[in-house]
């Protein structure tokens, strides 16, 4: 019984796609005609292409530098006993006002990083 059914409908498509394409051949494309490939704006383009220097990714460079130093401190300040005890008696010593500063700190470096990413951008950008 469904198959009888899909065979209805398939012919009733059939028959309405068939009255559609023989409208459509007075001229206009129908809705099937495919377009015309565009041809891309670089070939149409008399000059040569301008090849550029790869972009240097400066955020990147100066993070790795951050981290590498950041390292760097942590290892220097965990290897000796004394450094190691001393900066673990300066964090357990610290009041409100003392993590203030240091959240104060970690912005204003942050800030400093972001700034001077942002500037070694804009100073090896190319003009246009």
Do not use: C, H, Y
Request: hydrophobic share 45%.
């Amino acid at each position: 019984m469904s198959d009888e059914k899909n065979r209805d409908k398939t012919a009733k498509l059939d028959e309405l796609f068939a009255s559609e394409t023989d409208a459509n051949t007075e001229g206009a494309p129908s809705a099937t005609t495919p377009l015309p490939e565009a041809e891309p704006a670089w070939l149409r383009s008399t000059e040569p292409p301008v090849r550029t220097t790869p972009r240097v990714r400066w955020a990147a460079i100066v993070w790795g530098v951050v981290f590498a130093a950041t390292g760097w401190f942590t290892m220097w300040t965990l290897v000796a006993e004394e450094r190691r005890a001393a900066f673990s008696d300066w964090i357990l010593t610290l009041d409100n006002g003392g993590w203030a500063i240091v959240g104060a700190f970690a912005l204003g470096a942050l800030l400093l990083i972001i700034g001077l990413s942002q500037g070694l951008k804009a100073a090896t950008r190319q003009r246009r």
